[in-house]
């Protein structure tokens, strides 16, 4: 019996030394983490799902891609203000004098979090790569190269001059030219990815070396939680710590809990719903301007959006250059028939309206609802939002729902990149608005830029290229542990400046 | 058959069992029907026109142009005493093709694997024990998802699996009834096989499999309201108490009426069909 005894009896101790082990270990980590009480760890439940941490590809402009790629990347300058720009990879820049040539010198310090320095040569072979892929931003940069000059200089140059390029480059992150592994890329920003499932969490933690100062959170998780109520449901509770896009109709559950700090950004963003003008009966301006008519979005956007909402008067925000006030389109029904009927439109035609995010039910619903009024018949259909996506690109689809935001504040990154012939978005194709845009984009005169973008605008809203029914702005409710958070104008948060503090 | 009553339960049966309990069952149902056949001819609906001035009214508000929203108004304004009501309608309905789809299906292979026996019984019970063997609302969910919505994608999805029940049950009272003195008789006198299954064995067998039906009949309502919810079932444009428990599951606590009406309208329908189908299992059912 002697060596069962004594195999017990070493058994038993290395349990003990095990458990002594893990709670010596839990101790340690408690007391090391910087405030010395409060775990450094942020969990974010994003608006968008983060299909893809590639910044340069199809999902480029996604929000959900944008707010991972400010984490993990570095962009060359970030906008701080309607044509006001900060250097972030680039520490000076200079155009030349039409505006065709732009020299940016690059900061010395940066590395990449596998220790490599950033070059000139990342810089452009990023560059190469959003115009390789034809993705989402590669209509931004018609006619673009980039150069190296140096290891710490980069020439992009344009056939046509570019004065809106510093608002274009907001989105555009810069990543190594030998970047292979796009599900745990290597960049330059302030967190590193831990772990990434598509689609559903991006675990991060802060990148040591980033050149701005190692990030004071210890772990940061940008979560994607579908339904509503349960993303709410998470913020009261605090299994997460910070939400934004957050619907109206949820403020007043929250506005109760003492724990959450509602706040409201300027608002960027436009509710877009394009008319597919490549569809059956769409092509005529007279029938998309009838549909547009025939909606009473005014009262759509007081009951639906009493916080957030108000009624547009242009295609892009008012704090956005390029903006210009457009005769409203008036709600009325008997005219939108007449004029349906004048054009012959067909009422047994169906119009697929496709939208992703669960906001937008209600909205389409309430829009199906007048137009079935007039007997047009309009099938509102939610799509998963990779396929959403899928479709929106390959004009699979009659009416399109969305959110805008104008990146950099400046119309050449809305209208000049979604609305030429080139960009086959939404089947619409002026020549004469091509032309206005090409000016518009290629001109260094502010003035002279607005005064075209005004044109554009007027042509984009008179057309009905799309409807134009709402400015959004965007909640955002966050605990108030979240410190050193700003609300950022552009629905992509920075979580390199964000601690957890006490209760206060 | 009346011989066999006496079953083992675990619990106490008398709520379950009386009467008095089936005959409220009964009542409540017959009003559930009369609702679901008669109300939407009263009470008229649209499923697609909203009113976003008068959303999320409380029950019993009057709505802005003056008339009562007897049971509030969801989140885009529809009422929802019409959902409720056209709700029932499309459960009723579709719980009714569900079970008679797989009664009909159920009864006939069941009967004939149970009087053929040989390899049609092979064939038939180890397909009936593959469908077994696989989440039925698993199955749905992947047949609703393969196919655009509509009624009969749910029918038949909630069918495919449905059958079986039946046929279990209708194979098992066969394989007893083959070999009854009458069966025997009609079998030697020369009568043919379909009209022996016909007029000597489905008799028998059409009883038990009644009482059955009842509780397949609430399990194909749940699962119909369960695939709307998951937005697998039902187009919007037809009304689906599942659906509407789903639209209100973002106002459970500003707005409960939404998710809870249609809620307990289906507690209602499917537990007083449950004890219907008990009762009715006592009085024709037999040993399954």
Redesign the interface.
Known sequence: MRPIRLRRAVVLATATLSIAGLVGCSTTTGGSTAGGDVPQELVVAAWTPIENLDPHGASAMDNGTQVAAKAIYSALVRTVGKGQFEGVLAESWQPNEDATEWTFRLRGNVTFSDGKPVTSADVVASFNRVLELKGAMASNYAGHEAKESGADTVVITSKDPDPALLGKLSTFYVTPAAQEKWDKPVGSGPFVVERFTPGQSLVLAPNPGYWGGKPALRRLELRSIG???AR?TALKTGEVDLTWAV?D??L??LQANSDLVVEKDQGNGVITMWMNSSAKGLGDPAVRRALWQAVDFP??VT??FPETGSVADSVVTPNVLGYAPQTPVKYDQAAAKAALDKAGWDYDQTIRFQFSQ?QFQ?FT??V??DL??IGVKV??I?KESAVFLQDLLALNWELNIQQLGTAGFDAATNLGRLYTCAAKRMGYCNEDLDKLLAEAGSTSDTAKRQELYAQANKIIWDDAVGMYPMYVRTLYVRNKSVQGFTVPQDLTPDFSKVRIGGDG | MSAITVRTRLWPVRLRSTPAVATAAAVVLACYLLVGLVGPLLIPYDP??????D??LPIGAVRQDGTLALLGTD???RDMLGQLVHGARTSIVIGVSVVATCLAVGLALGTLAGYLAGWTDVAISRLIDVLMAFPGILLAIVIAGLFDQGMLVVVLALSVAGWVAFARLARGLTLSLRVRPWVDAARLIGVPTPVVIVRHIIPFVIGPVTALATTEFAGAVLSEAGLSFL?LGLP??TVSWGQVIANG??????AWWISALPGLALTGLVVSTGLLGDHLTQRLGSSR
């Open positions: 339904e509503t109520a709410m619907p109709d949820q007043p559950g009262t759509i009951s639906l669960p209600q619903d309430a199906a609802s079935a009024k099938e509102p939610q | 697609v026109a909203t009113s976003v001035a959303r999320l989140g885009a304004g937005g919007s444009s599951k973002d106002y459970l606590d500003t």
